[in-house]
């Protein structure tokens, strides 16, 4: 026996059916995520900050989820390396991407790149936010930010060291030659290290820095001289920012960022979201991110892609007013 069916049940039967392969597969999808081992890309050589708390979250997302969320450095070119990679990846949950708040802020102004961060790549949340600083060596003149900026009009031609040209350092340092209106001259290096070095041994007279040189102040090789940032340190109360000495509205603070491709189903987006807010939240976190002049930021998706955004004209301006560009 058979039989047929009427031309508009049959168009409704395969419009439901339709319906169902396009929300329902997807969701069962989503429901089952994650079954395999995800990557952390992050953009930056290991031991440094971003690296320390990429790996601070990584075993600590492993037992939430489920699954291994294995470390992968893919650092050079100021995160393009291993934000290209990340762009260039499935959005289906298994890849996220650590990075500095430069690589979507910064970089398109400063180089050619392969993909759009504003467009390629999804934030999750803005991780910790990072207080940049002015250090010197013991015997440098200035002893704060007042003194800084007197001794600087003075003595014209000073040099300073950043990890390199478009760095956040750098800009913050631009900034502040622009503001205070003294000639220093900069000297780029390929990593904190090197100028940490260089300043300790007398070759440069200062370095700004978001945190790296804080064992050396700590063990009295450099000194603290001001924060560049929106607040006072809490470990160096006695430390003020150089919105204080005078320059109003200065906040040099910038930001890590976890993303994910573009794409990536919403609800694993709110997945991680939820998990590594509560991490960096977390006592535990907030004492060991204090050690390394950190602290949470924790935001919504929402939120991080505004801050992200707003970063982007900012740090433009200052590009252009500087003549920020890459040697």
Known sequence: MSFSIPSRRRALLAMAVAGLT??????AAQDAWPSKPIRLIVTFPPGGLLDVVSRMLAPKLSETLGQPVVVENRPGANGNIGGEMAAKSAPDGYTLLATSADM???????????????????????????SMMIVAAPQYPASDAKSLIAHLKAKPGQSYGTPGTGSAPHLVAENFRMKVGVQINHVPYKGLASALA??????????FDAGVSLPNVRAGKLKLLAVAGSARLPEFPDVGTLAEAGLGGFDSDTTFVLMTPAGTPKPIVDRVNAEVVKLLRSDEFATRLRTMNLSAVANSPTEARTNLSDDHF???EVIKDAGVKLE
Request: hydrophobic share 50%; proline share 9%; charged share 20%.
């Open 22 to 27: 396009a929300f329902g597969a997807p969701a």
């Open 314 to 316: 900012r740090l433009g």
């Open 104 to 130: 979507v802020a910064v970089n398109p102004y400063l180089y050619k790149m392969s993909f759009d961060p504003a467009r390629d790549l999804d934030p999750i949340t803005q991780m910790v936010k990072l």
């Open 198 to 207: 260089d300043l300790m041994g007398g070759q440069i007279d200062l370095v």
